[in-house]
T-cell receptor, first 113, second 110 residues
């Protein structure tokens, strides 16, 4: 089945620094999604990418859908303490009744004030 | 503003005692999902409903059942919880494909 490799597994950065994380897949997806999960909460959608090559921003977050459709990255600029959490990438191939997500294993981000 | 609502947020049950977790949505989405998430892992899909059509994942134990009485509500029934079923249970919905998650229910099995 499809698998996602998400890296890095964890990051420890200073407040104000930029951070980048990425996901690669052994096969193509037609949608890439990035979620953030705080402890004890459900994942919150940050950015959805629907088109190969698409670059989308949401505030300090920027994500890109790789041109090969097998990868995506998420950048966070000027990190702040509330950016702490686990970031998950997810790939999706929607069609018919199948909207299943394939998740990466997550990137744990720690921001030191 | 709540879109996907899960109740309760925390549930304690006893080993072997049936438990039901609830999910409701205000988005009128036709697809609803239940995931199990254990510590430091990604969510794992248990099953999903496309309208009234139930789709079970091949590796979901028979101990887990689901009901969707109408568009807005979906329930997760665990018939005989074991210690290994202690986890966060996440409900999600989608309309055009993108999934939106609820806040989750943390299940503790004593």
């Amino acid at each position: 089945g499809q698998q996602l490799n998400q890296s890095p597994q964890s990051m420890f950065i200073q407040e104000g620094e930029d951070v980048s994380m990425n996901c690669t897949s052994s096969s193509i997806f037609n949608t890439w999604l990035w979620y953030k999960q705080d402890p004890g909460e459900g994942p919150v959608l940050l950015i959805a990418l629907y088109k190969a090559g698409e670059l989308t921003s949401n505030g300090r977050l920027t994500a890109q859908f790789g041109i090969t459709r097998k990868d995506s990255f998420l950048n966070i600029s000027a990190s702040i303490p509330s950016d702490v959490g686990i970031y998950f990438c997810a790939g999706q191939n929607s069609g018919g009744s199948n909207y299943k997500l394939t998740f990466g294993k997550g990137t744990l981000l720690t921001v030191n004030p | 503003d709540a879109m996907v609502i899960q109740n309760p947020r925390y549930q304690v049950t006893q080993f072997g005692k049936p438990v039901t977790l609830s999910c409701s949505q205000t988005l009128n989405h036709n697809v609803m999902y239940w995931y199990q998430q254990k510590s430091s892992q990604a969510p794992k899909l248990l099953f999903h409903y496309y309208d009234k059509d139930f789709n079970n994942e091949a590796d979901t134990p028979d101990n887990f059942q689901s009901r969707r009485p109408n568009t807005s509500f979906c329930f997760l029934d665990i018939r005989s919880p074991g210690l290994g079923d202690a986890a966060m249970y996440l409900c999600a919905t989608s309309g055009q494909g993108t999934q939106y998650f609820g806040p989750g229910t943390r299940l503790l099995v004593l």
